[in-house]
């Protein structure tokens, strides 16, 4: 586990990340720059944090909306050669007129600097300092806040396994859609744009909407969505096929190619995309999470599709 990081020395870090990739950086800068990083073992951890990052590429028309970037360019002083060359860089990061990047706010830098994180492909089991259990799906990210009346965790993005363990305290799991209470009980939660998906595997969960405030007890086999409408009915969960990812394994059950594709594009670098010609077709078989290139193999053996492969990160399923 990793401490939080404070959040001036985070925004310094992502400073620095701008400056360092604007190309116009002076040896008296770059040597700041190291002095800064070698002041404190803080400053070092955060600016590994964001010099890990997988920004998005997403150049747009609404520049200098955000302020960490806005700064970083009046820093290039008055000189228009250097602001350019800044400019293109801060672009290629985007750092500019992306709906994803809000500065030190954004979901891509709370999930940096969250205190247990996975890239992508990636999955880990931790034991928390109460004793559970906790397991991370791809490019997942949580943050605890224990405190000595609860056990706090928020679910930044992603996917988690917990088994809590028992404690006078209650544990409270919050994503942007749900807050959930328990106090020994197994479940799973799934959190992505299209709400939080809460399965429960043993004991009871109470689920509530932080749209709303409604809350509902979740029994064990059940399983539920909550999104900006509220909270869904209950439904039962095949539980099995709600764990494979534990197990490194996507079970398809006549499942449709392209949503295939989509997920196995969770667990892969890249861009993986399906032609629409071929979308519709269905698969059934067990497709491992671990080894994204022979599922892709067996994809084709399967059905009449061949694998296109542009870059080893850009890879789209066409029609045979």
Same mark, same amino acid.
Request: charged share 25%; hydrophobic share 40%; net charge positive.
């Given at each position: ?29 770059q040597e700041a720059f190291q002095r800064w990083r070698d002041a404190n073992d803080a400053h070092d951890q955060a600016w590994q944090r ?12 609404e520049l200098l909306r955000d302020a960490t970037a806005r700064k970083a360019l009046e820093s290039a002083g008055p000189d228009m050669q ?95 859609? !749900?807050? *959930? &209470?328990? +106090?020994?009980?197994?479940? /799973?939660?799934?959190? =992505?744009?299209?709400? %939080? @998906? ?80 071929? !979308?519709? *077709? &269905?698969? +059934?078989?067990?497709?491992? /999470?671990?080894?994204? =290139?022979?599922?892709? %193999? @067996? ?7 061949r694998i296109e492969r542009l870059t080893r990160y850009w890879v789209t399923v066409m029609p045979a």
């Amino acid at each position: 586990m990793s401490g939080a990081i404070e959040p001036k020395v985070r925004d310094s870090a992502i400073r620095w990340m701008v400056r360092l990739q604007s190309g116009v950086m002076s040896a008296d800068e770059q040597e700041a720059f190291q002095r800064w990083r070698d002041a404190n073992d803080a400053h070092d951890q955060a600016w590994q944090r964001v010099a890990s990052l997988a920004l998005p590429h997403q150049p747009g028309a609404e520049l200098l909306r955000d302020a960490t970037a806005r700064k970083a360019l009046e820093s290039a002083g008055p000189d228009m050669q250097q602001r350019r060359q800044l400019l293109k860089r801060m672009v290629v990061l985007g750092l500019l007129g992306s709906a994803t990047w809000q500065g030190a706010d954004s979901t891509t830098l709370q999930a940096a600097f969250a205190n247990y994180r996975t890239g992508t492909g990636e999955r880990r089991k931790w034991t928390l300092a109460d004793g559970s259990a906790l397991w991370l799906n791809t490019a997942s990210a949580v943050n605890l806040d224990f405190t000595p009346a609860v056990r706090g965790l928020r679910l930044v993005e992603g996917e988690l396994s917990l088994i809590s363990a028992p404690d006078a305290r209650a544990l409270q799991l919050t994503t942007a859609d !749900a807050l *959930l &209470r328990t +106090t020994d009980a197994q479940f /799973l939660v799934h959190h =992505d744009r299209q709400g %939080t @998906l809460v399965t429960v595997l043993k004991g009871q969960v109470k689920v509530q909407s932080r749209r709303d405030q409604t809350s509902v007890p979740l029994e064990a086999g059940w399983q539920t969505r909550v999104d900006n409408a509220g909270i869904e009915t209950a439904s039962r969960a095949d539980l099995p096929v709600a764990q494979a990812w534990l197990r490194g394994i996507l079970p398809a059950e006549r499942m449709r190619l392209d949503d295939l594709v989509a997920e196995l594009s969770r667990y892969r670098p890249g861009v993986l995309r399906c032609h629409e010609q071929v !979308a519709g *077709l &269905r698969l +059934t078989g067990s497709f491992s /999470l671990d080894n994204t =290139d022979a599922a892709l %193999t @067996l994809m084709a053996r399967s059905l009449p599709v061949r694998i296109e492969r542009l870059t080893r990160y850009w890879v789209t399923v066409m029609p045979a």
